[in-house]
């Protein structure tokens, strides 16, 4: 094996060695006469048929492979855009965009990959673009992820309707949610935040593995999964999303990006969903999915006057019910001894502030603050089952950033967390008020494109579990061009709340016994990636990528199911829990305009259980691999989208009869057809039609011990068909 992997080295090291790379900026101008970096600017080499972003400095690298011509295009929503034209020989280019530009001009078509490993970041991530989020349907952040093969989603229960992912082989909630580095969906909110993060309102989403950055909290274990929602200054005045599947789940988002001056810009977002059709696909007497009624309305607004200074501020509100359970419970049935239903009324409100302050004219040391408010509400009912709660929550993070010189920069702040948890399970008190405070620091080393380094430091103080100490660690290295090596490490804590970590467990007709002290979950992640990019296939820049990461937990909360068969046992750790997790990566154009991804990883994951001993952990799937085809016709007037997935084999709990789940594959495909400002698509989930047999255990019991409906390792739902439209308005 080791032998494989420096072969692999060397061939890498020997055929790139001469490769040339083109290092450049993308900065802006401003009305006032300004000019700064840019980042995330899109860049596009017309004769590579690539497309890239620039870094949050406004930096990027193409790799040219002794190309004879090399016409670049940069572009940025709300910007004029900017063209360069190297000569042979020439290794740097720079763009200047200009602010206000009034779009007169030709708009740019190019293709943006829809996902790819960004090659700026020191920590693996993998990105998600806009292309990506229109591959599938895409209704909300969970659907986001279903050609990753890093990302697995799945249903938490049978019942709800929560759908819930893993990463590193490990549940979602030790992934930390950003909200444009805002920390959100955490406590209550956690279960169902995935569905309310409409798909159609996000330009990308990043997937960075490991501990990752300090700056936003403690809180990351296995990765942390960035957001960035439309800007207001995008120049898009409308956007229509509609979506109607052969279930009769009908969705609407509307999007409006506002340039009300030179100085001030805002974005309107808002959706509607319904579900018209109850579904019992199985005949178990119960709905597969539950009938829900969402809204969700955010206004977003960026002040951005000559002097520098930016202030973003804005507002979401959301409400959501969800009636769930046998056929014939209804909107309006109550809690009874003869019918088994579940009704979820979910509200809530967020509301934050960003404030960032140059201190001097190329914005190298500037001061930023973040102040998010959020308050969230869930009064619900499981059979026999209440739990109804309210949390209130306020983040604060004050930093002062200083990029010394080209090699060196840091970044020191303060920050805060205040949690009120106001609950009851069965009209017993269960909530709590947690409060942390701490300090943190972070430094930066860059070598060119050699070396990135970034080493960081946390100490928080938290009022019921102590002083909290979290280091971390990234490194970025490249052999050559085309051939990257990135290590991290570091520690995470996580603040377990019982019931609304697991949801699902009031949906059985079992005795819930929580942990009377349950302690800080800590955890340790450290891995490897090392990623190659070969001149294979049309672009001439394929990319294959190996990883592996582990996860040491030296305190966790354990949800039991198998000690006892009357009781939900949740303790804390005794004994050793850890996952180990490889993956490969390969991506390649095989011919203009056809793209194929293809992913696969393994996944070790063992956990101490009472009375077991170090055992497989339940319902983890052992593999998966994902193969996903993108082919468009010029100008991208049609695209074809196909995603395969093939599930590995899960653990399933000893009181089930199987001792693994069946290995099954996932079909999906769409077509889209583009037209001046509207684009149409049609589509099919689980084309097989595959489900998971009686996923509800003792259906027909539901008031019994026997009643489980948690043991979920498969499709709920059977083959969906859905059409829809993006029509987009330019300024």
Not at 182 to 201: D, E, H, T
Not at 426 to 433: D, E, K, L, P, T
Request: proline share 4%; charged share 20%; aromatic share 12%.
């Amino acid at each position: 094996m080791k032998k494989t992997i420096l072969s692999v080295i060397l061939l890498y090291i020997t055929t790139f060695t001469f490769a040339q790379t083109i290092n450049g900026i993308v900065k802006v101008q401003r009305i006032s006469g300004d000019v700064e970096p840019l980042p995330y600017a899109s860049v596009y080499w017309l004769e590579g048929k690539l497309s890239l972003e620039s870094d949050e400095e406004g930096k990027f690298i193409i790799k040219n492979n002794n190309a004879q011509k090399v016409s670049l295009i940069a572009t940025y929503i709300g910007y004029s855009k900017d063209t360069v034209v190297l000569s042979p020989g020439e290794k740097n280019a720079e763009f200047l965009l200009k602010e206000g530009n009034s779009l007169d001009e030709v708009r740019v078509v190019g293709r943006q990959e829809g996902n790819y490993i960004s090659k700026m970041t020191p920590v693996k991530t993998e990105v998600i673009s806009a292309a990506g989020l229109c591959k599938m349907a895409c209704c909300n952040l969970a659907e986001s992820f279903e050609n990753s093969a890093s990302v697995t989603v799945g249903y938490a229960d049978a019942i709800t309707g929560a759908r819930q992912i893993k990463l590193l082989g490990l549940s979602g909630q030790y992934t930390q949610m950003l909200d444009e580095n805002r920390p959100v969906m955490r406590g209550i909110a956690a279960p169902f935040g995935l569905s309310y993060i409409p798909g159609q309102w996000l330009e990308s989403i990043q997937i960075a593995k490991g501990p990752s950055s300090v700056v936003n909290g403690i809180e990351a274990i296995t990765g942390q999964i960035n957001m960035e929602h439309r800007k207001p200054t995008a120049e898009q005045p409308l956007f229509i999303n509609l979506f109607l599947s052969d279930k009769l789940r009908t969705e609407a988002n509307v999007a409006s990006s506002l340039q009300l001056n030179q100085k001030w810009s805002t974005v309107i977002l808002g959706h509607i969903s319904r579900d018209f059709m109850d579904h019992d696909g199985n005949g178990d007497g119960f709905k597969d999915d539950p009938l829900t009624t969402q809204f969700n309305l955010s206004n977003r607004w960026l002040y951005a006057p000559s002097n520098g200074i930016q202030l973003r501020f804005g507002f979401k509100a959301m409400s959501d019910e969800r009636i769930a359970g046998m056929n014939d419970f209804k909107e309006d049935s109550e809690m009874t001894n003869t019918l088994w239903g579940s009704n979820i009324k979910n509200k809530g409100l967020n509301g934050y502030a960003k404030l960032g302050i140059p201190l001097n004219e190329d914005n190298s040391k500037n001061i930023a603050g973040v102040v998010d408010y959020s308050m969230y509400e869930m009064n619900s009912f499981f059979g026999h089952n209440s739990y109804d709660a309210t949390q209130n929550s306020v983040f604060v993070n004050l930093m002062l950033q200083n990029q010394i010189n080209d090699k060196h920069k840091y970044i020191v702040g303060l920050s805060g967390q205040y949690d009120n948890f106001d609950e009851f399970l069965n009209s017993a008190s269960i909530g709590r008020v947690e409060q942390s405070a701490g300090a943190y620091g972070e430094y930066t080393y860059t070598n060119g494109d050699k070396i990135t380094f970034v080493t960081g430091l946390r100490l928080d103080n938290n009022n019921i579990h102590g002083w909290l100490f979290a280091p971390r660690m990234n490194l970025k290295y490249a052999f050559t061009e085309k051939l990257i090596l990135r290590a991290s490490g570091g520690r995470g804590f996580r603040s377990p709340n019982q019931v609304a970590d697991n949801l699902g467990i009031l949906s059985t007709g079992r005795r819930i016994q929580l942990e009377a002290n349950p302690d800080m979950e800590d955890a340790w992640t450290y891995g490897m990636n090392l990623t190659g990019y070969m001149p294979f296939g049309f672009d001439k820049n394929a990319t294959l990528s190996f990883e592996y990461f582990r996860t040491d937990f030296q305190h966790q909360l354990i949800v039991d199911q198998e000690r006892d068969l009357s009781v939900v046992w949740l303790y804390n750790l005794s004994g050793r829990s850890y996952t180990n997790t490889y993956q490969a990566d390969f991506s390649f154009q095989p011919i203009e305009r056809f793209t194929v991804l293809l992913t696969y990883r393994l996944t070790d994951a063992k956990v101490t259980l009472d009375g077991q001993g170090l055992v497989e952990r339940p319902l983890m799937s052992k593999y998966k691999g994902v193969l996903n085809l993108q082919y468009a016709t010029r100008m991208n007037k049609w695209t074809f989208d196909f995603t395969a997935q093939l599930n590995g084999p899960a653990r399933l709990p000893n009181f089930m009869t199987e001792e693994y789940s069946p290995v099954y594959p996932v079909l999906y495909a769409q077509v889209t057809k583009r037209f001046k400002n509207l684009d149409v698509y049609i589509g099919g989930e689980n084309l097989t039609n595959y489900r998971q047999k009686n996923p509800i255990l003792n259906a027909d019991q539901p008031f019994s011990e026997g009643f489980n409906t948690t043991v979920i390792w498969g499709p709920l739902m059977g083959v969906k068909f859905y059409g829809g439209l993006r029509f987009t308005l330019w300024k």
